[in-house]
T-cell receptor, first 113, second 112 residues
Framework: DTEVTQTPKHLVMGMTNKKSLKCEQH?????MYWYKQKAKKPPELMFV???????INESVPSRFSPECPNSSLLNLHLHALQPEDSALYLC????????????FGPGTRLTVT | KQEVTQIPAALSVPEGENLVLNCSFT??????LQWFRQDPGKGLTSLLL?????REQTSGRLNASLDKSSGRSTLYIAASQPGDSATYLC???????????FGTGTRLLVSP
């Protein structure tokens, strides 16, 4: 199984809403990632979890709150977002040494109204 | 700071042509390089990964090469097909292992 799954596929939320994005992998990978991708741009790294601990936070605003409940699950909690946060949110997981190859999920298309 | 550039930004070819996509990076101290494909509105699919000690990798009609000292990688697609139409992204992994620095992407259109 080389699949990373993400739910929901699409999400529309108002600026006062609270919602969560979910990501799951069953490849035994111990590193998981959140990326944000705007149209016609490459993905931008937001967070990295390694062995369920937050290891990289790329200075992301606090209205985005990641959580890694266990080695297979990764959540991104959203609160008080702005319209400019509308984007495709991608989850990825990676093998360890020697390649650290990353595998991506299909993404959640988020629209903030 | 590592910067990754892909040329051309867009490419349109007729079916059956062989083509080359280019990726250049500014810091040659990389651990490996990964090529991805992305269909519109979808996630990224890993195509090939080349370790810094390797010169090339092949998978089916795809061949990726790496010249670390000159900061370049190429993705060669043989006998292109309409189904190859997508955006192709290269990404460089530094010695920190966890972070990928993505290139700007090449949008490929293969017409029947």
């Amino acid at each position: 199984d080389t699949e990373v799954t993400q739910t929901p596929k699409h999400l529309v939320m108002g600026m006062t809403n609270k919602k969560s994005l979910k990501c799951e992998q069953h490849m035994g990978h111990r590193a998981m990632y959140w990326y944000k991708q705007k149209a016609k741009k490459p993905p931008e790294l937001m967070f990295v979890y390694s062995y369920e601990k937050l290891s990289i936070n790329e200075s992301v605003p606090s209205r985005f709150s990641p959580e890694c409940p266990n080695s297979s699950l990764l959540n991104l909690h959203l609160h008080a977002l702005q319209p400019e946060d509308s984007a495709l949110y991608l989850c990825a997981s990676s093998q360890g040494a020697p390649t650290y190859e990353q595998y991506f999920g299909p993404g959640t298309r988020l629209t903030v109204t | 700071k590592q910067e990754v550039t892909q040329i051309p930004a867009a490419l349109s070819v007729p079916e059956g042509e062989n083509l080359v996509l280019n990726c250049s990076f500014t810091d040659s101290a990389i651990y490996n390089l990964q090529w991805f494909r992305q269909d519109p509105g979808k996630g990224l699919t890993s195509l090939l990964l080349i370790q810094s000690s390797q010169r090339e990798q092949t998978s089916g009609r795809l061949n990726a090469s790496l010249d670390k000292s000159s900061g370049r990688s190429t993705l060669y697609i043989a006998a292109s097909q309409p189904g190859d139409s997508a955006t192709y992204l290269c990404a460089v992994r530094g010695t920190g292992f966890q972070k990928l620095v993505f290139g700007t992407g090449t949008r490929l259109l293969v017409s029947p």
